[in-house]
């Protein structure tokens, strides 16, 4: 019975042991401690009821409490929770540079949220970021905050500031807005409003200097289907290699070469290409050149203004065709390919021939360039039936010993509506030039025209000059107008009232 009561008294949970009583640090250390403790621990796990023993043993006094328990089980599964909530959001982002969050459904606090594995995804609290840069003040959706005297709308000028600076950061990527938010830079509507409309424009400029780069001969540069002109030159053979640019103009770009070898043509060893600026700007005055020049009317009314550059440069070969039949000194016409004019370089080494305007020449080669030009100017304007258009010092070279003339693209016939007054221009740069030069013989610009021309217009007044020569124009126009082109193009004998004209 004894035995039986004792059991029944017995906790259920089995008896507790007290607790004893400290041991000094001595005893701790001491090797006879040791070996009690562990001969007491053999002694335990040798007991059958060792298992509640030990489980009262681990027991926590807070244990007894229901509420304290069900907090331990809503924290495993919140943990639980978050960690199929961080798998989740890995599987959707991936790889993904763009990706989502669901950081707003989390369950625990990430503070104690501190045995994640570390294979897990990080999360980024951005709410927590010590390296987001403050957001400007804001105002609240009704508008202000604060009451009275310390009352703040959305109109105040700080917030206003603080905004305009933030939304600098959408400006495009090229522009450079530095970090204005921790510098706390405030700038006014007015300032951000006159930004916002410079980089919208400069991007729009760039945009269209990048078309026009990619698209266009401008300067030094050329357009892909120009390169590729080029390349195809060099691999027939007929160029050997293309050095680079020697010089520029208002409508081409000239190119140094080196000259091959090919069956169809006879290559000099050194070579010029003249490639036409695709580039319209340049044209824009200079279209009456063509299109009232009977050899190519028809033709210019029927282009558009890109092609109208390839037919400037089958302008200038035509013209280069007739001075060198004429025996005039000339660059010798090699081949055409669209707006790309290959002819022979004047000059050696490749070091181009100096200007008329640079060289420094004696009285006498001074005086001998004047008559030369002189009868080139009256082989041009009554054998080829040409007018240079464009004759100066820059447009001649002396080589050799003589002058050499170049850039023939503007030349137009004798009965083109302007073609007197072209010829008159020459001869003033003409006459000008040479005067200046202390060349003693040189005619002054109304002697030459009519020395030219073979015209006997008396005026001393350039004024009435000009009105004679005008008046002659417009009867050789309305003369030209009668006539038929094929009668222009087959007639010789029977020509306009001042020169005849003939076609290539």
Request: glycine share 4%.
């Amino acid at each position: 019975m004894d035995q039986v009561s004792a059991k029944e008294v017995k906790s259920p949970w089995g008896a507790l042991k007290t607790t004893e009583a400290p041991c000094s640090l001595t005893d701790v250390m001491s090797e006879q401690l040791a070996k009690q403790l562990q001969e007491d621990c053999d002694s335990l796990s040798a007991s059958p009821d060792v298992d509640l023993d030990l489980a009262a043993f681990q027991q926590d006094a807070d244990t007894s409490s229901d509420l304290m328990l069900a907090q331990m089980l809503q924290m495993q599964f919140d943990r639980e929770f978050d960690t199929q909530l961080r798998r989740e959001e890995k599987k959707f982002n991936g790889e993904s540079k763009v990706s989502i969050s669901f950081e707003n459904y989390r369950m625990v606090h990430p503070f104690e949220d501190s045995d994640s594995s570390e294979d897990e995804v990080d999360w980024q609290d951005t709410r927590h970021d010590p390296y987001r840069p403050a957001k400007p003040t804001t105002t609240p959706k009704k508008g202000f905050i604060g009451k009275g005297k310390n009352i703040t709308t959305k109109h105040d000028e700080d917030v206003c500031g603080r905004k305009n600076t933030a939304r600098m950061d959408n400006f495009a990527p090229e522009v450079h807005v530095g970090d204005g938010i921790s510098m706390d830079l405030k700038l006014s509507n007015h300032v951000y409003n006159a930004l916002k409309r410079h980089c919208q424009t400069e991007q729009r400029r760039s945009a269209r200097l990048h078309e026009k780069k990619e698209h266009s001969t401008a300067e030094q540069a050329v357009d892909s289907r120009t390169r590729l002109l080029m390349y195809k030159m060099v691999n027939a053979g007929i160029l050997e290699n293309i050095n680079g640019c020697i010089s520029t103009g208002k409508e081409s770009v000239v190119f140094h070469a080196d000259g091959g070898s090919s069956q169809e043509m006879v290559v000099p060893e050194e070579c010029v290409l003249k490639v036409f600026k695709t580039t319209l700007n340049e044209f824009k005055n200079r279209d009456k050149y063509i299109k009232d020049d009977y050899r190519f009317k028809d033709r210019f009314s029927k282009l558009n203004p890109r092609k109208i550059i390839r037919l400037w440069a089958e302008k200038e070969m035509h013209n280069l065709t007739r001075m060198k039949k004429a025996g005039i000194p000339c660059p010798e016409v090699v081949i055409l390919k669209k707006h790309i004019l290959v002819m022979s370089f004047i000059g050696q080494n490749q070091v181009p021939a100096p200007k008329l305007k640079e060289v420094m020449l004696s009285s006498d080669d001074m005086k001998k360039a004047y008559y030369q030009v002189l009868q080139m100017m009256k082989q041009l304007f009554q054998e080829c039936k040409l007018v240079h258009a464009d004759l100066s010092e820059y447009n001649m070279l002396w080589h050799d010993g003589q002058v050499w003339l170049i850039d023939v693209s503007q030349s137009v016939e004798p009965t083109h509506p302007h073609g007197l007054e072209f010829l008159f221009r020459d001869c003033r740069n003409v006459s000008t030039f040479f005067q200046k030069a202390g060349v003693a013989e040189a005619m002054n610009v109304h002697e030459l025209f009519n020395t030219v021309s073979g015209l006997q217009i008396n005026s001393d007044s350039e004024a009435d000059f000009l009105a004679q020569i005008e008046a002659l124009e417009k009867m050789n126009e309305d003369h030209v107008q009668v006539r038929s082109k094929k009668t222009l193009a087959s007639t010789v004998d029977d020509g306009p009232p001042l020169l005849n004209s003939d076609d290539d």
